[in-house]
């Protein structure tokens, strides 16, 4: 059991926006900034949005980011083959002293 | 370019122990928080334990506390994970992760370079 709640799956076709939720409490993504991670399987998970809605250099202006609350959620827009993998949210939580994640959520591109 | 290289990983039996070990280059290692995340088959990331450039604190999560150590060599620009008494929900594969650089604001800071992992099998 997760930290974060995730839906285990999205999908969209070619195009389409597809949204990702992130629910948490007060001690993590309520109470500090909110991380977005795409790992495509067997390569190294890569940074995708960091401080709740900033993008790395590098990153497309689809992947947007929002956080309201103790609830955030990634879109990506013009969806394209090459999204598809899984994605995490992750945040500090400052009960447990750690980095949480949520469980993931695999991406499919119909 | 920051790389990040693990090695150490591969097949133990329960009870006992691995130590992983992660290259840094590219970046001035010494400043820099590193972290293990893991992920076990099937299932999603974990964090497991970062330690502060200086190697003066740690952090680690409940699931592995009392069993696993880090620690860092900044002369060789390397951070290790010490792995005892190792059990089958142990079994993922590891990746080396640079952190922060203020070790007092953690939040503030991406988890920004992974490396490729490295897999721990645990079986009799």
């Known amino acids: 059991q997760s930290v974060l709640t995730q839906p285990p799956s999205a999908s969209g076709t070619p195009g389409q926006t597809v949204t990702i939720s992130c629910s948490g409490t007060?001690?993590?993504?309520?109470?500090?900034?909110v991380y977005w991670y795409q790992h495509l399987p067997g390569a190294a998970p890569k940074l995708l949005i960091y401080?709740?809605?900033q993008r790395p250099s590098g990153v497309p202006d689809r992947f947007s980011a929002s956080k309201s609350g103790t609830s955030a959620s990634l879109a990506i827009s013009g969806l394209r083959s090459e999204d598809e993998a899984d994605y995490y949210c992750?945040?500090?939580?400052?009960?447990?002293?750690?980095?949480?994640f949520g469980g993931g959520t695999k991406l499919t591109v119909l | 370019e920051v790389q990040l290289v693990e090695s150490g990983g591969g097949l133990e039996q329960p009870g006992g122990s691995l130590r992983l070990s992660c290259a840094g280059s590219g970046f001035t290692f010494s400043t820099y928080a590193m972290s293990w995340v893991r992920q076990a088959p099937g299932k999603g990331l974990e964090w497991v334990s970062a330690?502060?450039?200086?190697?003066?604190?740690?952090i680690y999560a409940e699931s592995v506390k009392g069993r696993f150590t880090i620690s860092r060599d900044n002369s060789k620009d390397t951070v290790y994970l010490q792995m005892n008494s190792l059990r089958g929900d142990d079994a993922a594969v590891y990746f080396c992760?640079?952190?922060?650089?203020?070790?007092?604001?953690?939040?503030?800071?991406?988890?920004?370079?992974w490396g490729q992992g490295t897999a721990v099998t645990v079986s009799s």
């Open positions: 330690i502060s450039g200086r190697g003066d604190s740690t």
């Open positions: 992760v640079k952190w922060s650089p203020n070790w007092n604001l953690l939040g503030l800071y991406a988890l920004d370079v």
């Open positions: 992750s945040a500090w939580d400052a009960s447990l002293r750690g980095v949480v």
């Open positions: 007060s001690s993590n993504v309520g109470s500090d900034y």
């Open positions: 401080r709740n809605h």
